[in-house]
């Protein structure tokens, strides 16, 4: 294993407060793990907060910033984040209008977010939580009970983060979560595994001239392991198993998006070989990301998202955010 670390007990820690020297615009809590925005919360405005595991870094905390996430908690690597970190972020970002989390479908996250809002509840806070589950891969996995939540949670944090920036009550706000959610459909590829530091060897193993398709975030297991192709063919795999869950015709926000280990040159031939696609059935890349987003440390690959975008959410995609992962329009 080589990896720029001290050593595995201490990679998160390390790097939270790393989070805290680069961005003086984020309140970091690095015993407790709980990154804010250092500006507090707003009086009247819904907060957002959001978390996982660490290692898919720039998700979550990346994300926190105008115009997104009020906070998130970052688990250990690959690992879910204990209720108390949430009730922690829930609590620093009450204005007095609520708090919505945004929870990635996967158990530990599911049950201890879950956790948190009942405490948070006790606590006459009231909470929300919007459930992510835009994976078509698998229904079920090692980790989830139903679909996993992937790529489109980057869609929902900054197209809710806008609207709860605009000053909208909680039940808009989640209700503009949940469409976003049930309007976005994802797909992962896996080229090679990672590392998890305190593993200290790779989660699985693929050939050279293999590739998984349909690739959890943590390294589960796709739908099937098949002899990798160019890329043109494994565009279409991915948008062949979205397009027969959700027609990809008009205007479309489309995510291509690293797993960690990908140069920036093959993720801009995937855009253009997804681009082709999706014109081909009708859709129109009205807006884009490629890059990386949501990740697995190392691991070499790609996910694509699509979202079927509508005027609105077109509108607040569009609108000012400002996190040391996405910035425009300030």
Known sequence: ???????PETVVAEALAGVAAAH???SVDVENKVITRADGPRPGKVGLVSGGGSGHEPLHGGFVGYGMLDAACPGEVFTSPVPDQMLAATKAVDG???VLHV??????????????????ADDGIEVVPVVINDDVAVEDSLYTAGRRGTGATVFVEKIAGA???????????????????ERSRSFGVALTSCVVPAAGKPTFELGEAEAELGIGIHGEPGRTRATLTPAKELAAVALDAISADLPVGGDLLVMVNGMGGTPLIELYLMFNEVRKYLEAQGGHVARNLVGNYITSLEMQGFSVTVCRLTDELTRLWDAPVDTPALRWGR
Not at 1 to 7: A, E, H, R, T, V
Not at 106 to 117: E, K, P, R, S, W
Not at 166 to 177: K, M, Q
């Open 96 to 98: 007095g209008a609520g």
């Open 24 to 26: 003086p615009s984020l």
């Open 163 to 181: 609207l709860a920036e605009e000053g909208a009550g909680l039940a808009v706000v989640a209700a503009t979560a949940r469409e976003v959610n």
């Open 103 to 120: 929870v990635k479908n996967y158990t530990g996250d599911v049950l201890n977010f879950q956790m948190a809002a009942e405490m948070a």
């Open 1 to 7: 294993m080589k990896k720029l670390i001290n050593s």
